[in-house]
């Protein structure tokens, strides 16, 4: 009876924490996205870019010949400095190595964005109106809350493309017992009629729109009065998606990003073709009848909005196997079939056929697929332009074409804020391996040719029936292994240099501690694959650079050496002859290099000190991962997948994760005083910066309140106090254009010169 007492009381106490969380104290206020284009670098960034990798690798190089080879020739003569000099060189040169490998990804970012032109508009429709590629979109899902889910779904459905089939892969228990669960699986089960029937009222007046002028009996001629009628059409549309976004519902900053970036922004680029066209009416140009019937054909794709569920957890013939990959699998393994529903004692069974029934299960086949997680929101023109891109002639061997995703702003939590950091960092460094032909794919979003998945395709039986697997789930990064694959059969991917895609940054430490200790296992399994595929791509004379090669050999494993390499600094008291200012001056290009990033992406050059802190806590992450992935290699037994969870509620830790930084502040604070006894400053600095950047990550990301809750949680196991965000304030912005009628209706914006001869 006490517990149950004392956990209504904990619940109570639960609820008036949820009603008086406010935004956190260091948090970000703007929800203002970065820019859909980057900014092209001036010769002079390029030249700093180029200088500081010649200076890191001078400065590495000056280090160790002049300090650790010289000691070695002059310092004491035992086998303890010996083996102190060797290993501490080596975690130099393995940390130097990943700043090299920043530095190196970061410059051919540059010089992708100084090269990129964006395609116009009206290239694309033009292309668009005469050519249709399929695409599937693929959206797994396991337990997510389904506003979630929707957000996804629609920013799929309003995708400006004409063959479009979105499929939410539901991935929870088909049969729930819990009345929660049940009801959530209802409604996510309804997602699909829902979305359709959202979107049923302009997908209806622009459909019958778009009839009245293709069967407008004067073929060859648009009057004023139709440019005038089309230009109506987009104004409603502008005005019907603009009253729907004040009807979202706003609880924290992905709800306005959706509402603000999804619906409105939408709203906003419709409005502009409408002033445009109404423009050209008033002065009396007469556009071609071609231009306004893809401007026509424009709104009907919009609103289309084809979206079904399907469940593989309800056909027992399919892989029931607890990942990601093999929830898509499961999906892209029907393609292209027909299958007869059969009961048996276990389940029903899809059993291939060619016979057409109303009760049999169909799976159209499509040219590519787009996966989708269910936590990423894209923008407008996301399948325009990549499948656009993918279907250019010397694109052919493409298989992957991706944006990486960019973070929510606005984020309530200093600890979302500055992970969110690390992703739009990350966007960056995976454009520049795109220009050295290191790209790997990113999950989170990726438009797929299908044949190339075809190619990497293995079948094997579980449970009398044969199991496709097109996406690797061996280790629990799918996309990585994949990538490999793909390259083993020639296959390329490439990143598209815009911001087109983002996904959800866990808000807390307890969730982030779920993603980033999921990153850091697999890499090393999967090194065996890339020795493997170099070798087989000399063999058919496809020269693997050295460039490639150190990227992608520093993404898959570079979590592993720096974990144990910072370990080593942290723990071992090392000679403070081997230290040097020159060690310093080899890392400073990389610090400078990312503080600069930082600011590029709307952070702070300070919060280059709050990574290195955030990085120190989340060391035992890193190093549980990497040990799992060990594990994985010695064993050969699979390492469940943990998801992250997508909830608005507080995750809590494990144990070790809370107890180990506190560990590292201590133990810095012990290496601080016996450094200063022996009077090695050197080290007695770094431990004392290790000792306050770690308490300050701890203090700011994962809060004194919480790691109690959290050891209290751990000790207990069931008691868990919950926060929730509390609802934010929709920002509205209203913006007056100066429209060049021109301008938008061939490059989309109200922007750049356009060719004479587009006009018309």
């Keep these: 009876?006490?517990?149950?007492?004392?956990?209504?009381?904990?619940?109570?106490?639960?609820?008036?924490?949820?009603?008086?969380?406010?935004?956190?104290?260091?948090?970000?206020?703007?929800?203002?996205?970065?820019?859909?284009?980057?900014?092209?670098?001036?010769?002079?960034?390029?030249?700093?870019?180029?200088?500081?990798?010649?200076?890191?690798?001078?400065?590495?190089?000056?280090?160790?010949?002049?300090?650790?080879?010289?000691?070695?020739?002059?310092?004491?003569?035992?086998?303890?400095?010996?083996m102190e000099a060797f290993s501490y060189s080596l975690v130099v040169s393995f940390l130097t190595f990943s700043s090299l490998m920043y530095l190196i990804s970061r410059h051919g970012a540059l010089e992708r964005f100084a090269a990129h032109e964006r395609t116009p508009r009206a290239i694309l429709e033009k292309y668009f109106s005469k050519n249709q590629p399929?695409?599937?979109?693929?959206?797994?899902?396991?337990?997510?809350e389904n506003e979630v889910i929707r957000k996804t779904l629609l920013s799929a459905a309003l995708q400006e493309?004409?063959?479009?089939?979105?499929?939410?892969?539901?991935?929870?228990?088909?049969?729930?017992?819990?009345?929660?669960?049940?009801?959530?699986?209802?409604?996510?089960?309804?997602?699909?009629?829902?979305?359709?029937?959202?979107?049923?009222?302009?997908?209806?007046?622009?459909?019958?729109?778009?009839?009245?002028?293709?069967?407008?009996?004067?073929?060859?001629?648009?009057?004023?009065?139709?440019?005038?009628?089309?230009?109506?059409?987009?104004?409603?549309?502008?005005?019907?998606?603009?009253?729907?976004?004040?009807?979202?519902?706003?609880?924290?900053?992905?709800?306005?990003?959706?509402?603000?970036?999804?619906?409105?922004?939408?709203?906003?680029?419709?409005?502009?073709?409408?002033?445009?066209?109404?423009?050209?009416?008033?002065?009396?140009?007469?556009?071609?009848?071609?231009?306004?019937?893809?401007?026509?054909?424009?709104?009907?794709?919009?609103?289309?909005?084809?979206?079904?569920?399907?469940e593989r957890k309800k056909y027992v013939s399919l892989s029931h196997e607890v990942n990601k990959a093999m929830n898509l699998n499961s999906y892209i393994g029907l393609m292209g079939g027909t299958f007869r529903k059969e009961n048996s004692p276990n389940g029903i069974i899809l059993t291939p056929t060619n016979k057409k029934n109303v009760n049999n299960l169909t799976v159209p086949d499509s040219e590519f697929l787009l996966t989708?997680?269910?936590?990423?929101?894209?923008?407008?023109?996301?399948?325009?332009?990549?499948?656009?891109?993918?279907k250019q002639p010397e694109n052919a061997r493409i298989a992957v074409a991706q944006t990486p995703y960019s973070s929510f702003r606005g984020a309530y939590t200093r600890i979302e804020r500055l992970a969110g950091a690390t992703t739009d960092i990350q966007h960056i460094l995976h454009q520049g391996m795109s220009y050295f032909g290191a790209t790997f794919w990113v999950g989170a979003n990726a438009v797929i040719r299908k044949i190339a998945l075809n190619d990497i395709v293995e079948n094997e039986l579980q449970n009398g029936f044969i199991v496709k697997r097109f996406i690797q789930d061996r280790t629990v990064i799918e996309d990585t292994e994949s990538s490999i694959d793909l390259t083993f059969h020639g296959w390329q991917l490439m990143n598209y240099p815009e911001r087109l895609s983002y996904s959800a940054t866990p808000p807390d430490f307890g969730s982030l501690v779920v993603q980033r200790r999921r990153w850091a296992n697999g890499g090393l399994l999967i090194m065996p694959k890339l020795f493997s595929q170099i070798q087989v791509r000399k063999n058919r004379n496809d020269e693997v650079s050295r460039t490639e090669f150190m990227l992608r050999l520093n993404y898959m494993a570079s979590i592993a050496w720096a974990t144990f390499g910072l370990i080593f600094l942290l723990a071992y008291p090392y000679d403070g002859r081997l230290l040097s200012p020159l060690v310093l001056l080899a890392a400073v290009p990389y610090f400078t290099a990312m503080a600069s990033d930082l600011k590029y992406c709307g952070y702070k050059y300070s919060d280059i000190f709050r990574i290195y802190g955030f990085n120190l806590i989340m060391l035992p992450v890193n190093l549980a991962g990497v040990l799992k992935s060990i594990e994985q290699a010695i064993t050969g037994k699979k390492i469940?997948?943990?998801?992250?969870?997508?909830?608005?509620?507080?995750?809590?830790?494990?144990?070790?994760?809370?107890?180990?930084?506190?560990?590292?502040?201590?133990?810095?604070?012990?290496?601080?005083?016996?450094?200063?006894?022996?009077?090695?400053?050197?080290?007695?600095?770094?431990?004392?910066?290790?000792?306050?950047?770690?308490?300050?990550?701890?203090?700011?990301?994962?809060?004194?309140?919480?790691?109690?809750?959290?050891?209290?949680?751990?000790?207990?196991?069931?008691?868990?106090?919950?926060?929730?965000?509390?609802?934010?304030?929709?920002?509205?912005?209203?913006?007056?254009v100066d429209v060049d009628w021109k301008a938008v209706l061939y490059h989309g914006e109200a922007k750049g010169v356009v060719p004479q001869q587009s006009l018309t």
């Design 1 to 82: 009876m006490w517990k149950y007492k004392l956990i209504m009381n904990m619940k109570n106490l639960k609820q008036r924490i949820k009603k008086l969380r406010k935004r956190q104290w260091g948090a970000e206020k703007s929800t203002t996205p970065l820019s859909i284009f980057h900014d092209k670098p001036s010769t002079f960034k390029l030249t700093l870019s180029r200088l500081s990798i010649m200076f890191t690798i001078v400065f590495w190089l000056v280090y160790i010949f002049s300090i650790i080879i010289r000691q070695l020739l002059d310092g004491p003569q035992n086998y303890q400095f010996t």
């Design 134 to 144: 399929a695409i599937t979109v693929l959206v797994p899902s396991y337990n997510e």
């Design 161 to 310: 493309y004409p063959n479009l089939r979105i499929i939410l892969l539901l991935d929870d228990k088909p049969y729930p017992t819990n009345p929660a669960d049940a009801a959530r699986l209802i409604g996510a089960r309804n997602l699909g009629k829902d979305i359709k029937s959202y979107l049923s009222v302009p997908y209806s007046r622009f459909k019958k729109a778009l009839n009245c002028f293709e069967n407008n009996p004067i073929k060859n001629s648009v009057t004023t009065g139709d440019i005038k009628t089309l230009a109506s059409h987009y104004k409603w549309a502008s005005a019907w998606l603009n009253e729907m976004a004040e009807k979202e519902k706003i609880d924290d900053h992905v709800d306005v990003f959706f509402a603000d970036q999804v619906l409105k922004k939408l709203a906003e680029d419709l409005n502009l073709v409408a002033q445009a066209l109404n423009l050209s009416a008033k002065e009396g140009v007469k556009l071609s009848r071609d231009r306004i019937h893809q401007l026509y054909l424009r709104l009907s794709w919009t609103f289309k909005g084809d979206v079904s569920v399907f």
């Design 372 to 390: 989708l997680d269910a936590d990423s929101i894209l923008l407008r023109e996301y399948c325009l332009r990549l499948v656009y891109f993918l």
């Design 640 to 736: 469940p997948f943990a998801r992250t969870p997508k909830v608005k509620d507080r995750t809590p830790a494990s144990l070790q994760f809370i107890i180990v930084p506190l560990l590292i502040v201590g133990f810095s604070i012990f290496t601080v005083w016996r450094n200063i006894i022996i009077q090695n400053w050197g080290n007695a600095f770094f431990a004392g910066f290790n000792a306050f950047a770690a308490s300050w990550a701890i203090v700011a990301y994962i809060g004194i309140g919480n790691m109690f809750k959290d050891i209290w949680l751990n000790l207990t196991d069931w008691l868990y106090i919950e926060d929730k965000p509390v609802k934010v304030t929709q920002n509205k912005v209203e913006s007056k």
